[in-house]
């Protein structure tokens, strides 16, 4: 996702939660969503799936990680 290409995964444990379906993300669950998911792939036009995993840089992981250290040592 970080390469902002088509990712095409199955349903599995948070991704729903985490990731809306669109802009480069598909899940398939049958063989016919595979195959919708590949063919919208193969023209990733409006592929945006960079812009989904921006929020979980590791800087931005580690600066969430020391606020909620400073949070915790403080209180």
Known sequence: MSCNLPVITVRYGS???LFEEGQGL???STAD???RGINSARHPNGCRTR???TP???ENIAN???EQTMIEVKS
């Open 64 to 66: 969430y990680v020391l």
């Open 51 to 53: 812009e989904k995993v």
């Open 15 to 17: 991704l729903p939660a």
């Open 56 to 58: 979980y840089s590791w």
């Open 26 to 28: 598909f899940f398939a």
């Open 33 to 35: 969503e595979l195959m």
